[in-house]
Nanobody
Framework: QVQLVESGGGLVQPGGSLRISCAAS????????ISWYRQAPGKQREFVAT???????NYADSVKGRFTISRDNAKNTGFLQMNSLKPEDTAVYYC???????????????WGQGTQVTVSS
C-alpha cells in the first residue's frame, strides 16, 4: 500500500505565497507523474499542474506564471509553489501520484487527503 501525506496549506492574503507538499511512502518501487488538482466549494475538481518523472511540466492556464510544480525524487515528494495568490485560488488542493509498486507490472494512481488553501484579506 501507498500513503500520501499533504502539508503546507493555510490562510494567506491576496498576493501572498504558499508552498504545499505531498510525500509518498509505503510500497514504492518508482514514482511516475505527480499532479495537483483543486476543488473549490460547489465546483468540480480541476487540474492545476503536473510534472513527469523526467521533469516535464504542464500547467492550467489559470495558474501559469504564478505556480511552480517540482519534485524531490530522493524523498518521493512533490511540491507546488504558489505565488501571487488570488481569492479565486481558494480550494482544497489534492495531489495525485502515479506509483509503480515492487514486482508490479502496472502503474497505480493514488490521491492525497487534500490540504485547504484559503486566500483572503
Amino acid at each position: 500500500q501507498v500513503q500520501l501525506v499533504e502539508s503546507g496549506g493555510g490562510l494567506v492574503q491576496p498576493g501572498g505565497s504558499l508552498r504545499i507538499s505531498c510525500a509518498a511512502s509505503g510500497s514504492i518501487w518508482r514514482i511516475g507523474t505527480i499532479s495537483w488538482y483543486r476543488q473549490a466549494p460547489g465546483k468540480q475538481r480541476e487540474f492545476v499542474a503536473t510534472i513527469t518523472d523526467d521533469g516535464n511540466t504542464n500547467y492550467a492556464d489559470s495558474v501559469k506564471g504564478r505556480f511552480t510544480i517540482s519534485r524531490d525524487n530522493a524523498k518521493n515528494t512533490g511540491f507546488l509553489q504558489m505565488n501571487s495568490l488570488k481569492p479565486e485560488d481558494t480550494a482544497v488542493y489534492y495531489c495525485n501520484v502515479q506509483v509503480r509498486e515492487p514486482l508490479a507490472t502496472i502503474w497505480k494512481h493514488y490521491w492525497g487527503q487534500g490540504t485547504q488553501v484559503t486566500v483572503s484579506s
